[in-house]
């Protein structure tokens, strides 16, 4: 009976501080933090009660010391949730939560509002208005601007179609940027894989050729064969891997890359028209020169032919064993909003 008890007191304390976690907000502007003057309170109190009235929209500004073991993404929804900052039915409220020693800020924005107030308009005011002013410590300019735009978008939407417009030309540039980077990293890795594999692939070719002829044992063709494969494959690699990454990159699909790892055998039955590709080119070759009748060796070798053709080209040897590398006016009361977890975060 008594552990029951004693649970029961630790469930409804835990309880009742998760109840208490979040001031009650009584103003509209709660600096906890201690970062503005009395006059800056009341100036901005002022504003955002008059915000109010004019549009119905809630604007709140709190500020805190710290965050404890909250991440300022859960310390905001949860404010903005229990003090119901908003109109009930509109959920067209918003908060500004600073935190001091965390260095973190963040604009959280009440469901209703989200059409308007988007994360990417709410993060560029947090890193172009806020976060400059926040590094030289003049806290109140950031916030104070932050909030002037806030209530300019809302009651201009011709201001705010042009902030928009102003970020999705700012993203197309970053796009393009992207693209640019990503299109010289291929140019690179095509080249260098290219390469490789011309030099390996032109080998396999002759190493066909050699057998057609006779100049070339059978058997050491074969691995020669299954060599220059290996050269081939690394070029291909090099080639191919990038150009996977980079449609994964832009068009966020993961399935190429995906249909390649959970099927590897399909690798090995590219090497099918591989060899057959070299050993048709072989052949068109030969016919073409119609110098050299057909001939099969299984084993033997002719010495200078081989010396000839494969000595310089970096491919090993079957018989050597050679190797290559390579305070205000008005108190606040939330109206019962709620926020659905849209705004965003930013640090300095």
């Known amino acids: 009976m008594l552990k029951k008890t004693i649970f029961l007191f630790l469930l409804v304390t835990v309880y009742a501080n998760a109840q208490e976690q979040y001031y009650t907000l009584r103003d ?30 809630q604007l709140v500004v709190v500020t805190i010391e710290e965050l404890g073991y909250d991440t300022i993404e859960t310390y905001a929804n949860g404010l903005f949730n229990q003090n119901g900052i908003g109109q009930e039915g509109k959920d067209n409220g918003l908060l500004i939560l600073f935190s001091k020693l965390d260095r973190e800020v963040r604009i959280e924005v009440g469901s209703g509002l989200e059409p308007y107030i988007t994360d990417a308009v709410a993060s560029r005011i947090i890193h172009n208005t806020m976060i400059p002013n926040f590094k030289e410590e003049a806290y109140f300019t950031g916030i104070n601007e932050a909030s002037n735009q806030l209530i300019e978008f809302l009651k201009n939407p011709e201001a705010l ?17 992207m693209y640019i980077f990503i299109g010289f990293f291929l140019l690179i890795f095509l080249t260098v894989g290219g390469f490789f594999f011309y030099r390996s692939y032109k080998n396999i070719i002759e190493v066909f050729r050699g057998m057609l002829i006779g100049k070339l044992g059978v058997l050491p ?28 990159i832009l068009t966020s699909s993961q399935t190429m890359m995906v249909e390649i790892v959970d099927n590897p055998k399909l690798l090995l039955w590219l090497l099918l028209p591989f060899f057959g590709i070299a050993a048709i080119i072989a052949f068109i070759k030969l016919k073409l020169a119609g110098k050299e009748d057909l001939s099969i060796s299984w084993i033997k070798n002719d010495k200078s032919y081989y010396r000839k053709t494969f000595s310089s080209s970096g491919t090993h040897s079957f018989s050597s064993g050679s190797s290559s590398s390579g305070g205000s006016s008005s108190s606040f009361s939330g109206g019962g909003g709620s926020s659905g977890g849209g705004g965003s975060s930013g640090s300095w």
């Open 28 to 57: 509209y502007v709660t600096d906890s933090a201690g970062i503005f003057t009395s006059s800056e309170v009341l100036e901005l109190n002022q504003r955002l009660v008059e915000f109010e009235k004019n549009t119905t929209n």
């Open 161 to 177: 179609d042009e902030f928009k417009k102003e970020i999705e030309d700012e993203e197309s540039n970053d796009q393009l940027i």
């Open 221 to 248: 063709g074969l691995f020669m064969l299954i060599e220059g494969s290996l050269s081939s494959l690394f070029g291909l690699v090099f080639m191919l891997v990038p150009i996977a990454v980079a449609f994964s």
